[in-house]
């Protein structure tokens, strides 16, 4: 059965939103355990808050009066804290479903809280005879607020355990899920880079190897297919199997009309690690070469395309785009994967081909030898400048200047 590289990268994308949302779950979850710590000490300065009433002083009783008005101020600021907390607690909303109790026990102690104010009301303006009266009930509800505390208390440590559970079994289920993930399509991907290799080997490490995957079976398929039925063999390159110079001629007079729209770009590629001059490498290497070169140059043909290999180690290309930036930026594709290719050194190393283009854009009412010899001039340019990979006629200019 074949593989294809378009749906392993589609589900592979899937599983890795599913496992970014699942983590951002935990880590949502983990910063809400911060409102739980908030919550305590919430609650613990509405204790020391409300027990303070108890001790202060009443020297001045109308001073007196307003400082506990203030305090009581601060501790219904405190539960109006607690229930925006409530905002951020995604796990009580929305798995525990505590909502209704939670804020049920907030009234019950604002109500609480209220009844306590009226106490000090009456206290500190009512007649003398009624205070202690008085002070016995408000020492009361300030205890039953504080038992409303307690409970709040013992409810959050609950809630807590709640969460905690919640949390570290959601956390298993991630690292199981990622766990799986992991393995499965680290399986699939080292089915779709043996392909890649295989296809961008120089010497291929089997000849029998079979590709997994529906698209390098299409590139195999496009990489191996020659239509030399239609092209007159002496059009052609006999090693890579490409049109020659003057297969490039003949071929460019049939196409060039084809999308008299488009712009027209001839590049020419060197491949510098050998020429006529300087064959330091055997022979059966540097066919190996041209004919990896080729076949990558043909996975990036179109229809209206030419391509050729015009001299001992250059290639001419022929494009036809809808603007002089796609025209560049396709050559600049084609030539950072000639360079990626690796070849086998006669000592065992590889090496990474060297190459240096020179790109024209032609207009219409210049011929294809014109665009050629001025490619060739920028080329040996470029080839004097070792910064320059891909050159153009500006930048004969810049680095003249």
Do not use: W
Request: proline fraction near 2%.
């Amino acid at each position: 059965m074949k593989h294809s590289i378009v749906t392993i990268c589609k589900k592979l994308s899937s599983a890795l939103l599913l496992n970014t949302l699942l983590t951002i779950f935990v880590a949502l979850f983990i910063l809400e355990q911060n409102f739980s710590y908030k919550k305590i000490d919430n609650l613990n300065q509405q204790r020391e808050l409300i027990n303070s009433l108890q001790t202060m002083k009443e020297n001045d009783k109308q001073l007196a009066h307003i400082k506990s008005d203030g305090t009581i101020n601060l501790i219904l600021a405190r539960i109006n804290h607690l229930k925006q907390y409530y905002t951020y607690d995604f796990v009580g909303k929305f798995i525990i479903f505590s909502q209704e109790e939670y804020f049920a026990d907030l009234n019950r102690l604002q109500k609480t809280l209220q009844e306590i104010k009226e106490l000090l009301d009456q206290y500190y303006t009512g007649y003398a005879e009624n205070r202690p009266k008085v002070k016995e009930r408000l020492s009361s509800e300030i205890q039953r607020f504080n038992k409303e505390l307690d409970d709040l208390f013992i409810k959050n440590v609950a809630y807590n355990q709640k969460k905690s559970s919640l949390i570290a079994k959601f956390t298993i289920f991630l690292l199981f899920i990622s766990i799986i993930t992991t393995l499965y399509y680290r399986k699939k991907v080292n089915i779709i880079l043996s392909d890649i290799s295989f296809l961008t080997a120089i010497h291929p490490t089997s000849k029998n190897y079979k590709t997994k995957t529906i698209e390098a079976d299409a590139i195999l398929m496009k990489m191996t297919k020659k239509n030399t039925n239609t092209i007159d063999p002496e059009l052609l390159d006999p090693v890579t199997e490409l049109l020659n110079h003057r297969g490039l001629s003949t071929v460019y007079i049939q196409k060039k009309n084809q999308k008299p729209e488009h712009y027209t770009s001839v590049t020419i590629v060197e491949i510098r690690n050998f020429s006529k001059e300087n064959k330091q490498y055997p022979q059966e290497v540097i066919q190996a070469i041209l004919k990896k070169v080729a076949s990558i140059l043909a996975l990036f043909e179109q229809p209206s395309d030419i391509i050729a290999r015009t001299d001992f180690n250059k290639f001419t290309i022929v494009l036809s785009r809808a603007s002089k930036e796609q025209c560049f930026k396709e050559i600049e594709q084609i030539v950072q994967s000639i360079q990626e290719i690796k070849f086998k050194l006669p000592n065992g190393d590889y090496k990474n081909i060297d190459v240096t283009a020179a790109f024209v854009i032609k207009t219409k009412k210049r011929s294809l030898d014109d665009a050629l010899k001025e490619a060739i001039t920028i080329l040996e340019f470029a080839k004097k400048h070792d910064g320059l990979t891909i050159a153009q006629k500006r930048d004969m200019t810049d680095l003249e200047i």
